[in-house]
């Protein structure tokens, strides 16, 4: 078992002891995915039948990398049959398996944020209350917070303490909104993401036999960043862990930072409660950082008193100091910091991709893009508008979603005046009544509007039933064709193609090239299918987007720029040069913060998570004054600078009052940044925040059928296909056969690519071309 030598004695002794609850301490850097990957094909390796392992996280990219490792050790066939996926992405497999006990159908639709935001402001406005008071937004994190904590629509209606905070917020009527979103919901056949977790906890609670089955085929859990659980998470574990209690659960109690989305550091805190007889690794090697970027973490986070104590140590002796940069003004700290990634990076030189711009709040980028413009350095924000958020594209995909599930209210109102067939708003408005009036879906009120009109004439009839006509003959051919073959259909014969291609400004250039990037993923995800002997049908492909992740949509054009980013999307995430900016009293830590011990040390933990992304070097800058809705403040330096021991940072500039007695040094390469600041360059003048223009040239949207990049390729007869061989894959590159399986017409390749890993292809339908 050449693996197990790869990893050290610690991490080793976590693969290799697989029996029984275990706890891995896993510190910033210190491979918990490689023991995780490991552990697993440990199992593998005994004998344990892969679809008896349960593995949970919380990305899909990080699923898809442990997959891609074990598929290395144990092969792709064992790897492909593991349960592993994110929680929502699992859970959603077990219901719609199971979703007639709960009263759903099981082509439910998963809503997203938008798409609950949309139906909250729907009953708001029914309800005739004040959009202002009752936003939205807070209405449904209200609600998103209850069923977190297994609070139902009728369970929230009687508790008081719920009530009196509500009544506090202005917000009386939460309850009785809370209750019409979960009936909508499920007139609706739909459910939101929180619901995939209550939902879940409830099919346990209520069907007993149904929890038997899945704790008895489930003999190993394996949960990645346990501290990230909420209470609905940690419940589902703990119930199917029950039966065998074979759960190992890797984690950072000091990268515990999501409170604010319900992740409660009890759960990994009182594992040992929850399983008294647990066994304990802690893994503190650090791999990432150096020892100067381990020990100045370590001396922040020790003051954090609710913590389970470890100390964490680098393989990557000495590095440099932490710099610490000083700026009279916030633009001056934009300033510095972009010319610093360009000296740097011309200096040592490095790529884009190997610098992070680090920020407690979304509303700080905006300096930083301006500054990095200036010097027309390339970048990339993350937690901007996703790809599949944009309008034109939640459109379409609303038309798909009508074709899975005709009863999904939302991408009704989406999709039935789009494009423009002269059925207005008043005559929505009457749909809706009529089926918040009857108990019924919209789509059944549409359907039967021949024998019940609901006030609307003869006209608006007609064309509301050639809307149910269109859909009708979508959903017709939902089994029969392929997600491509489905989607440009739709896209076609709703004339949505055709209005975004006559709109010749920049904007409906942009749109259209949207639809075409969207149906070449859509034509991706079906060849990859086929090829991989999976369901190609747009119900699956709806499944996968619906259940995307931060980080999931990375591009290659996305990769060397500067990467920009809340301190809180860069969780996992790793760059050689780092700067976090805003290190001020009331940004960071935050003002809402200050006043809750509890609170504080998640801001300190927030903080350890910034610095440990570094593997090289850390820059920390902070501003004298800043504007802040349209005023000037004067902060402070943050505490945590104070916290930090004095002897693993540098000064830019002479000390002042406020941080106290640290006695550190000041560097003469670093303090040219006061001179570049006097110069009468550098002008504050403010300029509108514009997003950098991507050339023609740089855009790698193509057209669907475009095939010119791929004119000169040529499968091979798949017949001569044989072990052994090198070849090449249009989308994978080249690679090498390992080994087949089965007999024709249904043979299996098992392919090693330079670029993707390892896949399991269906050797008819790969077009493989041998070399």
Not at 206 to 222: A, C, G, R
Not at 469 to 497: C, P, Q, W, Y
Not at 582 to 592: A, Q, V, W
Not at 755 to 771: D, M, P, W
Request: charged content about 25%; some cysteine.
């Amino acid at each position: 078992m050449d693996y197990l030598n790869d990893l050290n004695p610690v991490q080793r002794e976590a693969v290799e002891k697989t029996e029984g609850p275990s706890l891995i301490i896993a510190g910033a850097g210190s491979g918990k995915t490689r023991v995780l990957t490991y552990r697993i094909a440990h199992l593998l390796n005994k004998g344990v039948r892969p679809y008896t392992i349960l593995a949970l996280t919380f990305t899909n990219k990080a699923a898809r990398e442990m997959k891609e490792r074990i598929s290395r050790i144990v092969g792709s066939e064992q790897a492909q049959s593991l349960w592993m996926g994110t929680f929502h992405s699992t859970f959603a497999k077990i219901l719609r398996y199971e979703a007639e006990h709960l009263g759903f159908d099981s082509n439910f639709t998963i809503y997203d944020t938008q798409d609950s935001r949309n139906l909250l402001r729907s009953i708001i406005k029914e309800m005739k209350l004040d959009d202002k008071v009752y936003k939205a937004k807070d209405v449904l994190n209200r609600i998103s917070s209850a069923k977190n904590n297994l609070v139902t629509a009728n369970a929230y209606s009687q508790n008081s303490a719920a009530q009196e905070i509500d009544a506090s917020n202005r917000r009386p009527l939460t309850s009785e909104i809370y209750k019409r979103y979960n009936h909508r919901c499920r007139q609706a056949n739909a459910m939101d993401f929180d619901d995939l977790l209550l939902q879940t906890n409830i099919l346990f609670k209520n069907s007993p036999e149904i929890l038997t089955k899945y704790q008895n085929k489930f003999k190993y859990i394996l949960v990645d960043e346990y501290q990230d659980t909420n209470y609905s998470q940690y419940l589902i574990v703990k119930k199917l862990a029950e039966q065998h209690k074979n759960v190992s659960v890797v984690g950072d109690d000091a990268q515990s930072i999501y409170s604010f989305r319900g992740a409660k550091i009890e759960n990994i805190l009182n594992f040992r409660n929850d399983y008294p007889n647990y066994q304990l690794f802690k893994l503190e090697q650090n791999y990432r950082s150096t020892q100067i970027i381990v020990n100045a973490a370590n001396s922040v986070i020790k003051n954090n008193k609710g913590q389970i104590k470890k100390e964490s140590f680098s393989n990557k002796e000495g590095g440099e100091n932490i710099k610490v940069i000083k700026a009279m003004t916030d633009h001056e700290e934009g300033y510095i910091i972009a010319n610093d990634i360009f000296e740097t990076k011309m200096r040592k030189r490095l790529k884009f991709e190997d610098f992070a711009i680090l920020y407690r709040t979304n509303a700080q980028s905006r300096i930083f893009e301006e500054s990095l413009r200036k010097l027309n350095l390339p970048y990339k924000i993350y937690g901007g508008l996703s790809f599949y958020q944009r309008k034109e594209v939640k459109d379409l995909l609303s038309y798909f979603r009508m074709a899975v599930n005709p009863n999904d209210e939302e991408a009704i109102k989406r999709t039935i005046n789009y494009p423009k067939r002269g059925i207005g708003a008043t005559t929505i408005n009457k749909l809706q009544d009529a089926a918040t009036s009857t108990g019924q879906s919209m789509w059944n009120i549409i359907c039967g509007l021949n024998e019940r009109p609901y006030g609307l004439n003869t006209g608006t009839i007609t064309k509301v039933l050639k809307f149910a006509t269109l859909v009708n003959g979508f959903a017709m051919k939902i089994e029969h064709e392929s997600a491509f073959d489905l989607a440009s259909r739709v896209s076609k014969e709703t004339g949505i193609i055709k209005e975004l291609y006559n709109d010749r400004s920049p904007e409906g250039v942009s749109r259209h090239e949207n639809i075409q990037e969207l149906l070449t993923a859509i034509q991706d995800f079906t060849q990859i299918a086929l090829e991989e002997g999976r369901e190609n049908k747009l119900a699956n492909y709806l499944e996968d987007v619906a259940l995307l992740t931060d980080h999931d949509n990375e591009k290659d054009e996305d990769r060397d720029k500067v990467s920009m980013m809340t301190i809180h999307s860069s969780k996992g995430l790793e760059f050689p040069y780092l700067y976090v900016v805003g290190m001020e009293e009331d940004l960071f830590p935050s003002k809402l913060s200050i006043a809750s011990p509890q609170e504080l040390e998640e801001e300190r933990r927030l903080f350890y998570v910034a610095i440990t992304r570094a593997q090289e070097k850390v820059s920390l800058s902070f501003a004298k004054s800043r504007y802040k809705w349209g005023d000037i403040s004067y902060p402070r330096p943050s505490r945590f600078l104070k916290e930090m021991d004095p002897k693993y940072i540098d000064f830019t500039y002479e000390q002042e009052p406020e941080f106290g007695n640290l006695g550190s040094r000041t560097t003469e390469s670093d303090s040219s940044h006061e001179q570049i600041m006097s110069n009468s360059r550098f002008q504050q003048k403010k300029k509108p925040s514009l997003r950098p223009k991507l050339s023609q040239t740089n855009t790698r949207l193509k057209a669907i059928n475009n095939q010119e990049a791929n004119k000169n390729f040529e499968a091979s007869d798949a017949s001569k296909i044989q072990a052994g061989m090198q070849i090449e894959h249009q989308r994978f590159g080249k690679g090498k056969v390992l080994h087949l399986e089965g007999e024709a017409p249904n043979i299996k390749a098992t392919v090693f690519f330079q670029n993707v890993g390892q896949k399991q292809l269906l050797l008819k339908f790969a077009k493989l071309k041998i070399v």
